[in-house]
């Protein structure tokens, strides 16, 4: 009884010790627990099965755990890509004032609805004033100008005067135009002030004040005149960064299939991809389609980056055969492991650029399996 209790404790300890060097307790239960295998193959299929294939029926293999799938289009081109909702270009105004004064009345609050052309802010501005002095006094001397051309034609008419008289007076008229036309441009992108300075700031867009950045007797200077920001609410879609691979995969046109952090799916379409930045990152605007959820919202988006064309597997079916990926197709003498190239890994599945056509059925979770099962027939046949 003592030497088999030894035994025992040794084997106790060998078991232990082993346990360790795999990880503890789980790691023991993992080496002792057997390994799953597929059924056993008759030596008349083993004789007729080719290089390179197990020889099984789907249904076989089936039972055994291995699913059997069809080869698709698309998900291994998606991309993740963090992005959020912004505001269309040309949807949005930075409103500055036209020149330097002193804020007299603001008009609006943020949160405000304007239409196009309301007042914002009511401004004072020296400047405003000398511009409508000039512009008045301008076309005071364009009155006399004109005033002057019509007496020096009804005197030439009458042969009172020459010709070249008449011309210098014409040319006089047309400067005194071309200055009142220029005057009154300036006056207008001045925003029209008046004789004492006062000019109202108004918002270029219909939408909602954003951001207001003014305040009664505020003064503005040349450096700092921003009065506000108006935007369009409505007119929103998704802004998103991609790598710098991405560029040569996303195409205008492509879907878009992005979640908010509460849920809810947002769909758009592709619509520009600008170059890459110094930072080497690709601008990707898109239009939302539905109802947009408000300007700000982070949204994660999906990108289908080729126009879901690339074939693609369940991951799970590459395995690693001789060095190099294969999958498991199906044939008629059971599971041949036909060599590929494989591309991007997104979603749980593999791109695969080459070695498949797409019309083919293949091992999917479980192909491990018959990995297993090839090496044991090869290792056979080489004794």
């Known amino acids: 009884m003592t030497i088999d209790r030894h035994w025992l404790m040794t084997g106790a300890a060998v078991i232990a010790a082993l346990g360790v060097g795999l990880g503890g307790g789980f790691g023991a239960a993992r080496w002792l627990e057997p390994r799953p295998a597929l059924p056993a193959e008759s030596e008349d299929q083993k004789e007729a099965a080719p290089e390179g294939v197990v020889a099984l029926s789907p249904q076989t293999a089936s039972a055994a755990g291995v699913t059997i799938v069809g080869v698709e289009r698309g998900g291994g081109s998606e991309l993740m890509l963090p992005g959020r909702v912004q505001v269309v270009p040309g949807a949005e105004a930075v409103v500055d004032a036209p020149l330097p004064g002193t804020v007299v009345r603001v008009h ?38 004109l005033a002057a051309l019509r007496r020096d034609r009804a005197l030439f008419e009458r042969g009172y005067i020459a010709r070249a008289r008449l011309d210098i007076t014409e040319a006089e008229a047309r400067r005194a135009e071309a200055e009142l036309r220029a005057a009154r441009a300036r006056t207008a992108a001045y925003g029209a002030p008046g004789a004492d300075g006062l000019v109202l700031v108004r918002s270029p867009i ?79 605007r898109a239009r ?54 494989t591309g991007r890994i997104a979603g749980g599945r593999t791109e695969i650029i080459s070695g498949l056509t797409g019309s083919e059925r293949i091992a999917g979770a479980g192909a491990f399996l018959l990995k297993a099962e090839l090496a044991k027939g090869e290792a056979e046949h080489g004794h």
Do not use: K, N, W, Y
Request: proline residues 8%.
């Open 108 to 145: 609006v609050g943020p949160g405000s609805r304007v239409a196009a052309g309301a007042a914002l802010i009511t401004l004072r501005s020296p400047e405003g004033a000398a511009s409508r002095a000039v512009t008045e006094a301008t076309a005071a001397g364009a009155e006399v100008a």
């Open 206 to 284: 219909a939408g909602v004040v954003t951001r207001l950045t003014t305040s009664p007797g505020q003064v503005l200077h040349e450096e700092d005149q921003e009065v506000a920001a108006v935007s369009d609410a409505r007119r929103v879609e998704l802004a998103f960064e991609a790598p710098p691979a991405a560029a040569a995969l996303l195409r205008v046109g492509d879907a878009v299939d992005g979640r908010t952090p509460d849920g809810r799916t947002v769909a758009g379409v592709v619509t520009a991809i600008a170059p890459a930045t110094q930072a080497g990152v690709v601008l990707v």
């Open 288 to 341: 939302i389609e539905g109802p947009p959820p408000p300007a700000g919202t982070v949204v994660s988006a999906r990108v289908s980056g080729d126009g879901g064309q690339a074939l693609t597997v369940p991951t799970d079916a590459v395995q690693t055969v001789e060095g190099a990926p294969a999958v498991f197709v199906v044939e008629e003498q059971g599971f041949r492991a036909r060599p590929v190239v």
